[in-house]
T-cell receptor, first 112, second 113 residues
Framework: GQQLNQSPQSMFIQEGEDVSMNCTSSSIFNTWLWYKQEPGEGPVLLIA?????ELTSNGRLTAQFGITRKDSFLNISASIPSDVGIYFC????????????FGKGTLLTVNP | NAGVTQTPKFRVLKTGQSMTLLCAQDMNHEYMYWYRQDPGMGLRLIHY???????AKGEVPDGYNVSRLKKQNFLLGLESAAPSQTSVYFC????????????FGPGTRLTVT
């Protein structure tokens, strides 16, 4: 099936720094979603993207749907300790409208 | 609105035992999903349902069964638990075909000894 390559696998940053992570695919995706998962909890939806080139913000988070439709980026500005968690990308490539493909996640650690 | 709820939160089973995990959603969503999450593997789809009375296999369906007798509930069953089924299980729901956003429950941590 489709695979999403998410990078980096983990990041250790200082509070206040900006963060960038991305997701790439070998096939075209028509939807990109970004989730955050905190320890012991389920993933929480952060941002949904539906159009190539779309740039959407949610507070300090900004995500973009790549114009090639094969990638997406998530940026976090001025990180704070509560940004700690695993960030997942997910998408639908149109093969089956019912399912999402998930990346393996980026583990973010923020040092105060 | 409670959103998506899962019971139980934790469970320990012996090999060969059976159990049912319950997922409930109060958002009137049509689509429901069961995933398992293992370290380094991300989220893998076990089974899903596109409406009351329907179920379909995901990526890793072996050893699991599901039922969707009521729109708001999606049950995941393990008939004969194996240590390989030790995992964290998440249920998710989605409103409609036009919207891909899935909303997740808090998870069930299952250990099979």
């Amino acid at each position: 099936g489709q695979q999403l390559n998410q990078s980096p696998q983990s990041m250790f940053i200082q509070e206040g720094e900006d963060v960038s992570m991305n997701c790439t695919s070998s096939s075209i995706f028509n939807t990109w979603l970004w989730y955050k998962q905190e320890p012991g909890e389920g993933p929480v939806l952060l941002i949904a993207l539906y159009k190539a080139g779309e740039l959407t913000s949610n507070g300090r988070l900004t995500a973009q749907f790549g114009i090639t439709r094969k990638d997406s980026f998530l940026n976090i500005s001025a990180s704070i300790p509560s940004d700690v968690g695993i960030y997942f990308c997910a998408g639908n490539s149109g093969g089956s409208n019912y399912k999402l493909t998930f990346g393996k996640g980026t583990l973010l650690t923020v040092n105060p | 609105n409670a959103g998506v709820t899962q019971t139980p939160k934790f469970r320990v089973l012996k090999t060969g035992q059976s159990m049912t995990l319950l997922c409930a959603q109060d958002m009137n969503h049509e689509y429901m999903y069961w995933y398992r999450q293992d370290p380094g593997m991300g989220l893998r789809l076990i089974h899903y349902s596109v409406g009351e009375g329907t179920t379909a296999k995901g990526e890793v369906p072996d050893g699991y069964n599901v039922s969707r007798l009521k729109k708001q509930n999606f049950l995941l069953g393990l008939e004969s638990a194996a240590p390989s089924q030790t995992s964290v299980y998440f249920c998710a729901s989605r409103k409609e075909l036009a919207a891909y956003e899935q909303y997740f429950g808090p998870g069930t941590r299952l250990t099979v000894t």
